[in-house]
């Protein structure tokens, strides 16, 4: 059964550091484009990041760019996000996507793997 596990989300005050994990077992996806995604209460689910698989190529979203750093490892089939200088409107649970295509995974459409996700909460 393949599966995506998100860990590491919390409260942390604004300004603050957090390193969300995602876990991926059930196969190998060291071919997998692997994102995240967030969905902030009342709004619509958002890419986040995304990185190839070769760490060829990495992705943000214009808003999290210079905050947020995608980053994998494939020996041990899981996926890192480290966000910096949280910010109040950076709350949101986050979840860890796979997609074999690069542009499904950026606009969040037909993508193979979903997690359940985790929520991080900045306070002011």
């Known amino acids: 059964q393949v599966q995506l596990v998100e860990s590491g989300g919390g409260l942390v005050q604004a300004g603050g550091s957090l390193r969300l994990s995602c876990a991926a077992s059930?196969?190998?996806?060291?071919?997998?484009?692997m994102g995240w995604f967030r969905q902030a209460p009342g709004k619509e689910r958002e890419f986040v990041a995304a990185i190839s698989w070769n760490w060829a190529s990495t992705y943000y979203a214009d808003s999290v760019k210079g905050r947020f750093t995608i980053s994998r490892d494939d020996a041990k089939n899981t996926v890192g996000l480290q966000i910096y200088s949280l910010k109040p409107e950076d709350t949101a649970v986050y979840y860890c996507?796979?997609?074999?295509?690069?542009?499904?995974?950026?606009?969040?459409?037909?993508?193979?793997?979903w997690g359940k996700g985790t929520l991080v909460t900045v306070s002011s």
């Open positions: 996507a796979a997609s074999t295509s690069l542009q499904s995974l950026r606009i969040g459409a037909n993508i193979n793997y």
């Open positions: 059930g196969r190998p996806f060291n071919n997998y484009y």
